[in-house]
């Protein structure tokens, strides 16, 4: 009986001693990933959807190393469909849909090693005013860029984190 006991506890101690181990190498595995995100320059934005996409991706990635290994050249596409229009109460709704292609390049090698497409969209537009209503389409406009700017960090961050030996 007190050797099943000892099986059992000797059992739990390797299990918990190797779930460490693995613990251990999946942060390991954050740190290298956020690391290559961090020598990641993105290239200088042109207009102002561009510069909040700029502005949040920089954020998102944190401290900036010396080391600027990557160039990310992007760019962002608005299109705006008007969807409803309420008779009533003169309100317009608006489905706005903005794209971003983006691709990394190795500042090394010159060598693309990273490429995608990310869309998002929202509808904005549910007030009376036309001033309003370009105000909440420009609103979801920014909002869009902002998500985007997230949404490649971590397309990107999942990219480096599978090719964590490159």
Do not use: W
């Amino acid at each position: 009986m007190l050797g099943k006991s000892i099986h059992f506890i000797l059992i739990f101690l390797i299990t918990l001693l190797l779930s460490g181990c693995i613990r251990t190498l999946e942060n390991n595995n954050d740190l290298i990933a956020k690391n290559k995100l961090s020598q990641i320059t993105p290239n200088s934005p042109t207009s102002h959807l561009e510069y909040l996409f700029y502005n949040e991706f920089n954020q998102t990635v944190g401290s900036s190393t010396t080391n600027k290994t990557y160039k990310l050249e992007y760019s962002l596409k608005v299109s705006n469909t008007q969807t409803l229009t309420i008779s009533q109460n003169s309100s317009n709704l608006e489905y706005t849909h903005v794209t971003i292609i983006f691709k990394v390049i190795d500042n090394n090698s010159g060598e693309i090693i990273h490429k995608g497409k990310i869309s998002s969209e929202a509808t904005s537009g549910a007030v009376a005013s036309l001033y309003g209503q370009a105000q909440s389409s420009k609103f979801a406009r920014e909002r869009l860029a902002i998500l985007l700017a997230q949404r490649v960090y971590q397309n990107l961050y999942f990219y480096f984190l599978e090719n964590v030996t490159q």
